[in-house]
């Protein structure tokens, strides 16, 4: 099992009290599947993830990534499978602002010491990011930014690639566009995909679906 | 209008450390200002004072031709022969420190003095036997009135200095039925010659201690101004993000209906009251600041020049209105900038938030270019230009060119060092710097400019003392200098002296003018003391012998340059003229000067008093020597005076100087600290969507603090680098051009590379202490706030 989740509970300090936003969450993913996470906004989907991706820390239960119980394991640990294990799709603000395109579609991949330049250059055509390799995120449209981040998280080979509503920002048709290659990219480099998305319709095309409701899995 | 105002203001309030910024910078800088402004404002009514009283030099006097005591009886005859003279006895009143001015209310010329005789009552207790002796109020303090008249005081009289009548003085003095010199009152005058030992002495122009201290305070200006400079930075990045942060709000505004004017208006508002606050705070700060250093800064006048500062502060309004004045001046060309967008903003916000980050790229290249222009324009001005405005104008110019081409040179730099660079951290190390550099780019500049502040002061000052020190050394060549009471006596001290001496070296001198301007020539005997000694800046061979043959003379710098003089030109003097044949360096003099030899100079001014000597003795036996020749001729205090106490004593003047001028130092390097710390602490909140994806790709928030604390030092290390130059050519400015322009003599630069690296060390240090809290903070922050960054929900 690459990521297992057990028992896992979550819970904000907030300004009207404590805010059990997990509660309990079993869960678990094997390598070359693809998993949708839905329910509604405020419903702990970017949480699960944050956890999954050691990003964050559960308050009890277990989560554990390749083999490595997170909750034990300290931060420079965390930190190292983040950069060789796990790639990480926000819904924004993915991408290094002070590196140009063909810097920030490397910089996963030569960080976790797999840099493939013809890889890269593949990912690159593909995505469709050919053109704008000397361009600065800030010069993309949000499409174009979204992609390099796809094009950056699959150019290190991940074994996991966790998707915070990758394509939230997007229209409907570059929205399936991007989710195409996407899954695509992931059957062909054999990763394991958890990715949240509130769309039916996006979750429909993945291999299991799982929704969040009320801290609990249904 | 009202709700506007409070929506304005309300932004401070959620924003606490960027007011306390903003208030700190303006406030730092108004107080260094005008903590200067204060200090030179005191010394110079000090001079004032002094000048005053007795037009010191302004009138012309008639002297003893020997320098000793004039009769009493040869002032009646004058007086009666229908001479408008004043009788004066000055002195120092024995085992005291004060010196006394006996003078004659009833003669005494007409705006020679405020003294403060004036009412009738008051001139009948001045005219009493008892007398009054009146003193400023500190010096009154001092003093035990053992056998003195009733002491009066006035504060308008200097410090040190008694005034009483001229009876009270010569019966205090020891001086009965003898006077120090006489005043002559100014207009016609019986032409007839005066009698036989008198000479008229011209007055000079001016007065030779506010010029002498003159370069101190142009240097203390130039100092408070940079730090004034250096703190606006803090208020323009400050105000600079206000308003940044107060875009929406502001546009707002104009959307509920408030008109662009209105809106001005309400920010001018706001800022000059947020001025007035931090001015008045400025102020106070700057009167601690000036209080502090004034004892230090009056010890090194009177150690340096001789010239007596009150070591106490009146407060003048003249100086609140001018601090509060340059506050809000101050705030106005900080927050310039920002008005200036204001007035120009759109309605609108624009389509792309983030495209002003690419603007800033380019308003650096325009900024760069725009340095640029400065600089060539600086270097146009010093190398073309004369005189003292062409000299300030260009350090001006060299000063905010340099700054303004500071950010665009760091991030050129940052390119470079990306391209260089191999690793992918490395290479984002360098990208990230890169984007850092807008951001900090006004912290840099005031960084930059303290630190060549620092620099420069600090060379000029260490220049300044290396110099006079050694020249000391050579132009104090013999052991010991007496000077006799009269020709007699002078005659029998040669002839003592002769055998227990290797040399007696007689100092001539007599006042001519030269070129049309009062000067003095000094007759200079042929010996190695002077052979060997004597400081140089050129000369023609032998020019030794030429002098002692009486085919030429030497000239002292400032002549030298003034006139444009080359060597070998002519210069006049009565009983022919003679040429050039070397030029000496003369720092501190204002007044030509040329030396010949004694024999000429006997020749050309036949009533030259020879009542000053050399000794060269081994300096062993010196104090001996000079023991026994005050035991054996009675001589008073300060006739016989030892080398080696007058260097002790300029040495002690110049870590007074020292003293001042590194306090100043420190606060100015520590308000460039402050606008650092400033800086970083805004920047540290906009920065989180720069680290956030770095961490979340697997950096530990440790590494990323520890590679932003890099980043900091880095940039202060580069800014470090570009001072280095600037500030020597601030110190090259100031010696070669500046005080030229001024003062007529030039100081030789001398670079001292422990100073500088210490001051480097302590730039460093002060960049790790301001990017300190900012990078604990990145070291610590809870991932939910890096998280934040994702997410678009909150
Ligand atoms: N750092 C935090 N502090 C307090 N509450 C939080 C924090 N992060 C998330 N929450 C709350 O937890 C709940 C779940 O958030 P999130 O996981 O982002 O939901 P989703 O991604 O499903 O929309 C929300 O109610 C949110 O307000
Ligand atoms: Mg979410």
Known sequence: ?????????????????????????????????????????????????????????????????????????????????????????????????????AANLAFQARLAGRHDPAWTARLAQVLGLSALLGRYPEQLSGGQQQRVAIGRTLAARPQLVLADEPTGNLDEATGDAVLDLMLRLVADTGAALLMVTHSPRLAGRLDRRVTLSAGRIT | MRAGLSALLSHWLRHPVQLAMLMLGL????????????????????????????????????????????????????????????????????????????????????????????????LADFLSGGGQLYLNPETAAGLRPDGLPALRTDPGLPPGTGLTDVGVAQRLLGMEGRLSYLL????????????????????????????????FHLNLTAFGFLAFAVGLFIVNSAIGLAFEQRRAMLRTLRALGLSAREIMGLVLLELLVLALAAGMTGIGLGYLVAAALLPDVAATLRGLYGAEVTGTLSLRPGWWLAGLGMAMAGTLLAAGQSLWRLWHLPLLAPAQPRAWARATARSLWRQGLAGAALLGLSAGLLAFGTGLPAGFGGLAALLVGAALCLPLGLILVTGLGGRMARGVLVQWFWADTRQQVPGLSLALMALLLALAANIGVGTMVSSFRQTFVGWLDQRLASELYVTARSADEARRLEAWLAPRTDAVLPILSAGTPLFGRPGEVYGITDHPTYRDNWPLLAALPDVWGRIAAGQGLMVNEQLYRAEALALGDAVDLPGGPLPVVGVYSDYGNPRPQVLIAPESLMARFPDTPRLRFGLRVDPDRAGALAAALVAEFGLPDGAVVDQATLKALSLQVFEQTFAVTAALNVLTLGIAGLAMFASLLTLSGLRLPQVAPVWAMGLTRPRLALLDFARTLLLA????????????????????????????WRLPMQVFPGDLARLGGIALLAAGVASLIPVLRLARIAPAALLRVFANER
Not at chain 1, 20 to 34: C, N, R, W
């Open chain 2, 717 to 744: 290390a580069l800014t470090l680098v570009a001072a280095l130059p600037l500030g020597l050519a601030l110190a090259w400015v100031l010696l070669a051009v500046v005080n030229v322009a001024a003062f007529g």
């Open chain 2, 184 to 215: 002559v009152s100014p207009g016609a005058q019986p032409d007839r010659p005066l009698p036989q030992g008198l000479v008229r002495r011209a007055p000079d122009d001016g007065t030779d201690i506010a010029r002498l201290t003159d370069s």
């Open chain 1, 1 to 101: 099992m690459l990521l297992t989740l057990t028992g896992v509970t979550k819970t904000y300090a907030t300004g009207e009290g404590p805010l059990t936003v997990l509660d309990g969450i079993d869960l678990a993913l094997q390598a070359g599947t693809s998993l949708a996470l839905t329910g509604e906004s405020g419903s702990g989907k970017s949480t699960l993830l944050h956890l999954a991706a050691g990003l964050d820390l559960a308050d009890a239960g277990r989560v554990e990534l390749a083999g490595v119980n997170l909750t034990t394991a300290g931060d420079p640990v965390r930190a190292g499978l983040r950069r060789g294990t796990v790639g990480l799709v926000f819904q924004q603000f993915n991408l290094i602002p002070s590196l140009d395109v």
């Open chain 2, 27 to 122: 406030a730092l800088a108004t107080a260094l200002w005008s903590g200067v402004q204060a200090i030179n404002a005191e010394a110079r009514a000090s001079y004032d004072r002094a000048a005053a009283v007795l037009g010191q030099n302004r009138m012309e006097r008639i002297v003893s031709q020997d320098g000793g005591p004039i009769a009493q009886g040869l002032y009646v005859a004058l007086r009666r022969d229908g001479w408008k003279v004043s009788p004066v006895v000055e002195g120092r009143l024995p085992a005291t420190d004060l010196r006394l001015l006996g003078i004659d209310p009833l003669t005494l010329p007409a705006g020679a003095a405020s003294v403060p005789v004036r009412t009738g009552a008051d």
